[in-house]
């Protein structure tokens, strides 16, 4: 009784989607608790006295006797799918039975309810049901009911075998899961509904043979044989309850939750611990009839004691949870390692927090962290667990595209196409999806439960934050020290030309001039004036020019058509051009820090080819092709059929212009992606978001 009201209490009150379904199985499992209070008040007034007492519960008692069958019968249709597809193969199958015991079970009510054959124990008792609806000396509920009952638990049982299509995720696993559960709790009523039958059969033969006058008579003369079926039935109830909140707790089978959680379990087997110990203390007093109030007292002390070893194992459990998050929620010191540049320190920590909360916490077979999206090119490569695994995968972008919303917890995917991982769980960011987490099956063969899988997202969130973060600032202190060491050289330089050179030649000039006019001197004064000016022109030439008047001015397009048909004239044997027009609309709009920003990554992206892609050896032409447009996002699309890129990071002085400037495109939301064949061609990629 406690285990099935705790149940149907925790459905009712803890299902994610509140369906007419999960509310049928809660007060479905209220009424088997029902059903025992009615038992057990029943056994204790006794069936051999008539009382208005035992008048009532017997009355009660009929209610989910009658309506169970029907309910559990409904219940797996629900569960199976049977209302999602009314043109499925189960639907077809089990249309015309559901309405069937449909009907025979409102017509029992009815007897029960209107016509009223059993209207009392004492009619009952004395095998009188004084009805139109009777057999003889016996109502036809007796005769009607083993017969309905017997159909919901086999039809029951067709449903759990050959199910319908389901729309909840996880569905088909779930009920691959549970099936062995839900079936022995159809079995096992089967067997209690034959059972009564049984009894019912022997209360008709012995009635038949005349050896039975009154009910209370055959319960005395067969006491041993009713306790017996009376103890094999309760018995079976009380596994078939087992079995079902098992199902319950462990695969979320009637609760709507996508994937079961660990702390609903440690809750339901608490609660068996509990009904356990309070029914065997009230069992043994009530056998060694001790007095009622020692009994109320034991009771009362039971649960108090209960109650303080579930406050301490909560406490116990929530330090334990907390150890387990330490090293997720305290480590700050790979942010500071990775922000040491050549260090390889911060990248080992990561991937020994990786392992951890695979090893420890998720207990999985085989795990793999992909950044994708914007944080890809500064978080770094996938780690993975067993270290050293091939991270090599395809299909990624699609299988991301999969998950529509943040909410959305876990996917399983096809065995054998990710490596060994089952599951793929989205991981987010401010921006949106930052990358993938891929789980193989676990060690012990279970499911992951809901926190588990709320753990590994967050830690796998923040893991890859921390390492872009920690890429982010090695990146923006290795450019902060390049324009430090810039300007140093530059005004080391500035202040050795004026000082050693410009001042003392405007000095001498000075001299000069003011001693002779209209000398020889004065023309060499000029002379010496002509070509300080002329050093001074040089420097301000060797100085960068700033990009943002020609973006204000000419647009984004018309900067980057400057920068070729000027300034690079003759680097490159032909440009090709394919611009959109609304694509280059939507660049002019851009704001001014993005757009300098996106210029800059543009033009280094230009300068690169320029410099590195011709092949001196075969002399061949260098053609550069540029793309602009706009479909799902902004993009240009810098390609050239030149020598290509080998290896990425094969010198110090190697791809540190195109990896500040991915650095910066990500500071504003955009992306810089590279793709290279060797001796074929080089394609550079600059995508910002249209909400930029």
Same mark, same amino acid.
């Given at each position: 009784?406690?285990?099935?009201?705790?149940?149907?209490?925790?459905?009712?009150?803890?299902?994610? !989607?509140? &369906?007419?379904?999960?509310?049928?199985?809660?007060?479905?499992?209220?009424?088997?608790?029902?059903?025992?209070?009615?038992?057990?008040?029943?056994?204790?007034?006794?069936?051999?006295?008539?009382?208005?007492?035992?008048?009532?519960?017997?009355?009660? $008692?009929?209610?989910?006797?009658?309506?169970?069958?029907?309910?559990?019968?409904?219940?797996?249709?629900?569960?199976?799918?049977?209302?999602?597809?009314?043109?499925?193969?189960?639907?077809?199958?089990?249309?015309?039975?559901?309405?069937?015991?449909?009907?025979?079970?409102?017509? /029992?009510?009815?007897?029960?309810?209107?016509?009223?054959?059993?209207?009392?124990?004492?009619?009952?008792?004395?095998?009188?049901?004084?009805?139109?609806?009777?057999?003889?000396?016996?109502?036809?509920?007796?005769?009607?009911?083993?017969?309905?009952?017997?159909?919901?638990?086999? +039809?029951?049982?067709?449903?759990?075998?050959?199910?319908?299509?389901?729309?909840?995720?996880? $569905?088909?696993?779930?009920?691959?899961?549970?099936?062995?559960?839900?079936?022995?709790? &159809?079995?096992?009523?089967?067997?209690? *509904?034959?059972?009564?039958?049984?009894?019912?059969?022997?209360?008709?033969?012995?009635?038949?043979?005349?050896?039975?006058?009154?009910?209370?008579?055959?319960?005395?003369?067969?006491?041993?044989?009713?306790?017996?079926?009376?103890?094999?039935?309760?018995?079976?109830?009380?596994?078939?309850?087992?079995?079902?909140?098992?199902?319950?707790?462990?695969?979320?089978?009637?609760? @709507?939750?996508?994937?079961?959680?660990?702390?609903? /379990?440690?809750?339901?087997?608490?609660?068996?611990?509990?009904?356990?110990?309070?029914?065997?203390?009230?069992?043994?007093?009530?056998?060694?009839?001790?007095?009622?109030?020692?009994?109320?007292?034991?009771?009362?002390?039971?649960?108090?004691?209960?109650?303080?070893?579930?406050?301490?194992?909560?406490?116990?459990?929530?330090?334990?949870?907390?150890?387990?998050?330490?090293?997720?929620?305290?480590?700050?010191?790979?942010?500071?390692?990775?922000?040491?540049?050549?260090?390889?320190?911060?990248?080992?920590?990561?991937?020994?927090?990786?392992?951890?909360?695979?090893?420890?916490?998720?207990?999985?077979?085989?795990?793999?962290?992909?950044? +994708?999206?914007?944080?890809?090119?500064?978080?770094?490569?996938? +780690?993975?667990?067993?270290?050293?695994?091939?991270?090599?995968?395809?299909?990624?972008?699609?299988?991301?595209?999969?998950?529509?919303?943040?909410?959305?917890?876990?996917?399983?995917?096809?065995?054998?196409?990710?490596?060994?991982?089952?599951?793929?769980?989205?991981?987010?960011?401010?921006?949106?999806?930052?990358?993938?987490?891929?789980? @193989?099956?676990?060690?012990?063969?279970?499911?992951?439960?809901?926190?588990?899988?709320?753990?590994?997202?967050?830690?796998?969130? !923040?893991?890859?934050?921390?390492?872009?973060?920690?890429?982010?600032?090695?990146?923006?202190?290795?450019?902060?020290?390049?324009?430090?060491?810039?300007?140093?050289?530059?005004?080391?330089?500035?202040?050795?030309?004026?000082?050693?050179?410009?001042?003392?030649?405007?000095?001498?000039?000075?001299?000069?001039?003011? *001693?002779?006019?209209?000398?020889?001197?004065?023309?060499?004064?000029?002379?010496?004036?002509?070509?300080?000016?002329?050093?001074?022109?040089?420097?301000?030439?060797?100085?960068?020019?700033?990009?943002?008047?020609?973006?204000?001015?000419?647009?984004?397009?018309?900067?980057?058509?400057?920068?070729?048909?000027?300034?690079?004239?003759?680097?490159?044997?032909?440009?090709?051009?394919?611009?959109?027009?609304?694509?280059?609309?939507?660049?002019? /709009?851009?704001?001014?820090?993005?757009?300098?920003?996106?210029?800059?990554?543009?033009?280094?992206?230009?300068?690169?080819?320029?410099?590195?892609?011709?092949?001196?050896?075969?002399?061949?032409?260098?053609?550069?092709?540029?793309?602009?447009?706009?479909?799902?996002?902004?993009?240009?699309?810098?390609?050239?059929?030149?020598? $290509?890129?080998?290896?990425?990071?094969?010198?110090?002085?190697?791809?540190?212009?195109?990896?500040?400037?991915?650095?910066?495109?990500?500071?504003?939301?955009?992306?810089?992606?590279?793709?290279?064949?060797? @001796?074929?061609?080089?394609?550079?990629?600059? &995508?910002?978001? !249209?909400?930029?």
């Amino acid at each position: 009784m406690m285990l099935m009201a705790w149940l149907g209490l925790t459905i009712l009150l803890n299902a994610e !989607r509140r &369906s007419w379904g999960t509310r049928l199985a809660g007060i479905g499992l209220l009424m088997g608790a029902l059903f025992f209070v009615a038992h057990t008040a029943i056994l204790g007034f006794g069936l051999d006295l008539v009382s208005r007492g035992l008048a009532f519960w017997w009355q009660i $008692g009929w209610i989910p006797v009658v309506g169970l069958p029907w309910v559990w019968y409904t219940l797996l249709l629900w569960y199976a799918g049977y209302w999602d597809d009314p043109q499925a193969s189960l639907h077809r199958r089990q249309r015309l039975w559901f309405i069937s015991v449909t009907l025979l079970g409102i017509g /029992l009510f009815a007897i029960l309810l209107v016509v009223s054959p059993l209207e009392n124990y004492e009619q009952a008792a004395l095998l009188n049901p004084g009805g139109a609806l009777s057999l003889g000396q016996f109502p036809k509920i007796v005769i009607l009911y083993p017969i309905y009952s017997f159909l919901c638990m086999v +039809l029951a049982i067709d449903a759990l075998r050959k199910p319908g299509p389901t729309r909840r995720a996880f $569905g088909e696993l779930a009920r691959e899961r549970a099936r062995p559960w839900l079936l022995g709790v &159809s079995i096992i009523f089967l067997i209690v *509904s034959l059972l009564v039958a049984a009894i019912l059969g022997l209360v008709v033969i012995w009635v038949s043979l005349g050896s039975l006058r009154q009910l209370p008579d055959f319960l005395r003369q067969q006491a041993l044989i009713i306790s017996l079926f009376d103890l094999a039935i309760a018995s079976l109830i009380g596994l078939a309850v087992l079995l079902l909140g098992e199902a319950v707790v462990a695969y979320e089978v009637f609760t @709507g939750q996508a994937l079961p959680r660990h702390g609903f /379990l440690r809750q339901w087997r608490r609660a068996i611990l509990l009904a356990a110990g309070f029914g065997g203390v009230v069992s043994f007093f009530l056998l060694i009839n001790f007095r009622e109030i020692y009994t109320i007292l034991f009771s009362a002390l039971l649960i108090t004691a209960f109650y303080a070893l579930l406050s301490w194992r909560s406490y116990t459990e929530r330090q334990r949870f907390i150890d387990d998050l330490r090293p997720f929620v305290s480590n700050q010191s790979l942010f500071e390692s990775l922000l040491a540049p050549g260090e390889l320190e911060g990248k080992q920590r990561a991937e020994t927090i990786f392992n951890a909360l695979c090893r420890d916490v998720l207990n999985a077979r085989v795990a793999y962290l992909i950044p +994708l999206g914007a944080s890809a090119p500064l978080a770094g490569p996938p +780690l993975s667990f067993p270290s050293g695994q091939s991270t090599d995968f395809s299909g990624l972008p699609e299988l991301m595209r999969q998950f529509t919303t943040a909410a959305a917890v876990a996917l399983p995917i096809p065995p054998g196409t990710h490596r060994g991982a089952a599951w793929a769980v989205p991981l987010w960011n401010a921006r949106g999806p930052s990358g993938l987490l891929l789980l @193989g099956d676990k060690r012990d063969g279970g499911l992951y439960t809901q926190e588990e899988i709320e753990i590994a997202q967050t830690s796998s969130e !923040r893991l890859i934050d921390t390492l872009a973060t920690a890429e982010f600032g090695q990146r923006l202190m290795l450019l902060q020290r390049q324009r430090i060491t810039e300007t140093q050289i530059l005004d080391q330089q500035t202040r050795r030309i004026l000082h050693d050179e410009i001042l003392p030649d405007l000095h001498t000039a000075l001299l000069k001039l003011s *001693s002779d006019r209209e000398s020889t001197g004065a023309r060499e004064a000029i002379e010496l004036l002509s070509s300080s000016h002329g050093r001074i022109s040089e420097l301000l030439r060797e100085m960068p020019a700033a990009a943002q008047p020609q973006l204000k001015k000419q647009g984004m397009v018309g900067a980057l058509r400057h920068l070729l048909e000027i300034e690079m004239a003759n680097a490159f044997d032909s440009v090709h051009w394919q611009v959109e027009s609304d694509a280059e609309l939507s660049l002019s /709009l851009l704001p001014s820090t993005t757009a300098e920003v996106v210029y800059y990554a543009a033009r280094e992206v230009v300068r690169n080819a320029a410099r590195h892609a011709r092949n001196d050896a075969t002399r061949t032409p260098l053609n550069l092709s540029i793309r602009v447009h706009g479909k799902e996002n902004l993009e240009i699309i810098v390609d050239d059929d030149g020598v $290509g890129i080998s290896e990425p990071d094969s010198g110090p002085d190697t791809g540190h212009g195109l990896a500040l400037h991915s650095t910066l495109m990500a500071v504003i939301g955009g992306e810089l992606s590279l793709e290279s064949e060797p @001796g074929k061609f080089t394609r550079v990629r600059l &995508s910002i978001p !249209r909400e930029t």
